[in-house]
């Protein structure tokens, strides 16, 4: 049995919520608004958060952030409307578990919640909150577009080399499966892989993750403890969302990467360390870099090597191989039969543009192997906003220049006009809900200040 907090103000919707888990054994506090929630969050001890993405007094992502400040080893479920897809896959990116969209289902939603519990137990023993060790090589997808194909020859070619390596992409592209990949096939692959989520650390903490502290550094440093660079020695660092390291650790992180020595937090010992560094971004640091905000000099030294992950949207020969794959890992996980998609529930997947990426996706899929009655999942089976949302783009034939298909199916719609619009709209949104205040705007929206203010001159948005 677990303690569980439900966060949302809708009464009726909270009670149904909490009383379907209750049923399931578990413990329920009921929030109604971000203050009660805070307030039972502080004086009980909770074991997984649900939360509503529309709150009265803040949103949930700013609900999120303060929960994974305190204890970022607590998970939390957003619930949001589909059409919040981009919120939810920000929800991720602050180091929410999981999203279930609504309406909710209650399979899906005990399925995650499951999860959730689980991850937290066997995390319980891990000292360290930001840093994930992974131990099974993955299952990688290659892909035949010309764009996954070459991004396979980079990691290639790269991986055996001691290069350090800075990976780009949108959120779900794949970028820690990328850096994976990359110490799979180097020399290292025996030692640790180390993953570490610099965008969930606080100031306080940052330092104490990446170097360790000894016991009596700050208030809470009860213990000696291991930082991620020297868990990781011999092996590989991954360190994701690189952008939201706090300046002063971007000092001590280059002095590691300079020196290849680390000095725990409250000590003057310094200890070698042999680690290979692979930084993940999906911002544009090189544009924070100007702003000073990330230092131009750890950047460079970062970016021994490049590599872009590009969208699912543009890579979409791809898909099919990526659909088979987690169908494939969800009638595992799940214990189904599932063959496949329909051509329906086909179409509409290969037309839906995939902001959340293959994250996204592989949430979809999963969704549909959950909810399927026979042996194939029907369009009924996806979340009904893909069918609203995917458009008609050109096949991928005619973009190889041949092709019948490029002559019967003419895109309805532009898709990257549809994509600015789509971008325009939530920032209106977003500046809105801040009152127009451009840093909040900036921060829910996960972009940096001068990112917002090229895209308000871009899209004439006067504020
Ligand atoms: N090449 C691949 N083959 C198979 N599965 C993949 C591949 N790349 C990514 N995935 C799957 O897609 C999901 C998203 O990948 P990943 O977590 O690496 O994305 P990310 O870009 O690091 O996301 P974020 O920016 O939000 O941290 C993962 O569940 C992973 O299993």
Redesign the pocket.
């Known amino acids: 049995m677990a303690k569980i907090l439900v966060v949302d103000d809708d009464p009726a919707f909270n009670k149904m919520l909490s009383s379907f888990l209750r049923r399931q054994d578990h413990e329920v506090e009921e929030a109604f608004s971000s203050k009660s929630a805070l307030a039972a969050f502080k004086t009980q001890a909770i074991d997984l958060v649900l939360t509503d993405f529309k709150l009265p007094d803040m949103d949930g992502l700013d609900l999120i952030r303060i929960i994974k400040e305190e204890r970022p080893d607590l998970p939390v479920i957003l619930i949001t409307n589909y059409s919040d897809i981009r919120t939810a896959v920000t929800s991720?990116?602050l180091g929410a578990f999981e999203f279930v969209t609504k309406p909710v289902n209650p399979d899906e939603l005990l399925l995650t919640v499951g999860q959730a519990l689980l991850e937290k137990s066997s995390s319980g023993e891990t000292k360290s909150k930001a840093i994930k060790k992974s131990d099974s090589p993955p299952?990688?997808?290659v892909g035949k577009s010309p764009a996954s194909l070459k991004l396979w020859e980079h990691l290639q070619l790269v991986a055996p080399t001691k290069m350090t390596v800075l990976i780009l992409?949108e959120?779900?592209?794949?970028?820690?499966?990328a850096a994976k990949m990359i110490h799979e096939k180097s020399k290292r692959s025996k030692e640790p892989f180390v993953a570490l989520d610099c965008g969930v650390l606080s100031k306080e903490l940052a330092a104490s993750e990446l170097f360790g502290h000894v016991k009596g550094a700050f208030t809470g440093a009860v213990q000696d403890k291991k930082g991620a660079f020297e868990v990781a020695n011999g092996g590989t660092i991954f360190l994701?969302e690189i952008g939201n390291l706090p300046y002063a650790v971007q000092v001590q992180l280059l002095r590691v990467i300079q020196e290849r020595k680390v000095r725990r937090v409250g000590s003057e010992k310094e200890i070698d360390v042999d680690v290979r560094i692979i930084a993940?971004t999906?911002e544009n640091i090189k544009e924070t870099g100007s702003q000073s905000e990330f230092r131009a000099d750890l950047y460079h030294r970062l970016n021994e090597f490049e590599i872009k992950i590009p969208p699912l949207r543009e890579r979409r020969e791809d898909l099919a191989e990526y659909v088979n794959?987690f169908l494939h890992q969800a009638c595992e996980e799940l214990d189904r039969e599932v063959e496949g998609l329909d051509a329906d529930a086909m179409s509409i997947v290969e037309n839906y543009p995939w902001p959340g990426n293959?994250?996204e996706l592989?949430n979809v899929i999963k969704r549909g192997v959950l909810l399927s009655m026979g042996s194939k999942i029907t369009s009924a089976q996806l979340p009904g906003e893909l069918a609203h949302e995917s458009i008609l783009v050109p096949s991928y034939s005619s973009e190889n220049g041949h092709g019948v298909e490029s002559m019967i199916q003419q895109p309805a719609t532009d898709l990257k006009a549809m994509q600015e619009q789509n971008e325009k709209q939530l920032i209106l949104e977003t500046l809105e809900r801040t009152k127009y205040n451009k840093s909040k705007t900036a921060k829910l929206l996960n972009i940096d200040r001068k990112t917002l203010y090229n895209k308000l001159t871009k899209y004439q948005i006067d504020v």
Request: aromatic share 10%.
């Open positions: 991720i990116q299952k990688y997808v992409g959120s779900g592209t794949g970028k820690e499966y994701d993940a999906n794959l293959l994250r592989k």
